[in-house]
């Protein structure tokens, strides 16, 4: 229940996100887009973080907990990212290379 209110407020700031810059001219639309693309992502990364996890979000001593909860999983996934990076780097990427006839 919790997961279909927060899909409707998300739809309803995309929607009013859309028709606000929607008037206005094309480069406009184009920043729209971003803070659409931001939000949708920022509710699937909390979605993501939260997943299989019981926490209250019914008490404000919990919000404490909720935040350290997601920049923890938020550090860890940018430390993944970091991570597999530097290995991909490292690879040697020349292709195969062939001799040529002289």
Same mark, same amino acid.
């Given at each position: 229940?919790?997961? +279909?209110?927060?899909?409707?407020?998300?739809?309803?700031?995309?929607?009013?996100?859309?028709?606000?810059?929607?008037?206005?001219?094309?480069?406009?639309?184009?920043?729209?887009? @971003?803070? @659409? $693309?931001?939000?949708? #992502?920022?509710? *699937? #990364?909390?979605?993501?973080?939260?997943? $299989?996890?019981? @926490? #209250?979000?019914?008490? @404000? #001593?919990?919000? +404490?907990?909720?935040?350290?909860? *997601?920049?923890?999983?938020?550090?860890?996934?940018? +430390?993944?990212?970091?991570?597999?990076?530097?290995?991909?780097?490292?690879?040697?990427?020349?292709?195969?290379?062939?001799?040529?006839?002289?």
């Amino acid at each position: 229940m919790v997961v +279909g209110i927060a899909f409707l407020v998300i739809a309803a700031l995309v929607i009013g996100i859309w028709l606000l810059f929607g008037f206005k001219r094309m480069k406009h639309k184009f920043v729209a887009i @971003i803070l @659409i $693309g931001l939000l949708l #992502s920022g509710f *699937y #990364s909390f979605k993501v973080a939260f997943k $299989g996890k019981e @926490i #209250s979000r019914n008490n @404000i #001593s919990d919000v +404490g907990k909720i935040f350290k909860t *997601y920049f923890s999983w938020f550090g860890t996934a940018f +430390g993944n990212l970091k991570t597999i990076t530097g290995q991909a780097v490292k690879m040697d990427w020349s292709g195969n290379q062939t001799a040529k006839a002289t």
